[in-house]
């Protein structure tokens, strides 16, 4: 399957909350990782995360990928995506972010999918309250010291 349509499947599958669609783009043992949800690994995980998860806690789903870019083994495209929420406080409150995510791919299928976007915005377009927001973009940091990667960073 080339990456276009792969990607193309992807967002119809998320916006139609459709996570056994989704979860077929995925190597037996793939993995996603979602800024606000963390990590799925597996078929029956990604279904059941798109499912319960994302269809859980909004509706209305856009997601448009573009400027897709791939040499069969990793891809990456920009995309902006948008959604309703369904969560208590901010019912239908609209949610617009721009990002970016990264395709590990094995054989046609996606073997990790990773994204990188200001989660922070989106949950300031929820109208989270300042002591919410800090706490989880707490949460989200906390495995960054974690990455052997950025150790060097880290270092005094």
């Keep these: ?52 998860r994302f ?13 897709a870019v791939s040499d069969g083994k990793t891809g990456y495209a920009c995309w902006n995506f948008s959604y309703a929420s369904r969560l208590p406080g901010s019912r239908g409150r609209r949610v617009v972010a ?19 976007f200001d989660g922070g915005m989106a949950l300031v377009q929820l109208d989270f309250a300042p002591e919410r927001l800090v706490k989880l973009l707490r949460r989200w940091n906390e495995p960054l010291r974690d990455k052997p990667a950025l150790g060097r960073h880290f270092a005094e």
């Design 55 to 67: 269809h859980g806690d909004a509706e209305r789903f856009r997601w448009d990928m573009e400027r």
């Design 98 to 116: 721009e990002g970016m995510s990264c395709f590990a791919l094995e054989n046609g299928l996606i073997r990790h999918y990773g994204e990188k």
């Design 1 to 52: 399957m080339d990456f276009e349509n792969l990607l193309t499947r992807f967002t119809a599958a998320v916006e139609a909350g459709d996570g056994a669609a989704l979860a077929a783009l995925f190597t037996g043992d793939g993995v996603y990782h979602d800024t606000f949800y963390g990590i799925f690994q597996g078929r029956a995980a990604i279904k059941a995360m798109l499912e319960e």
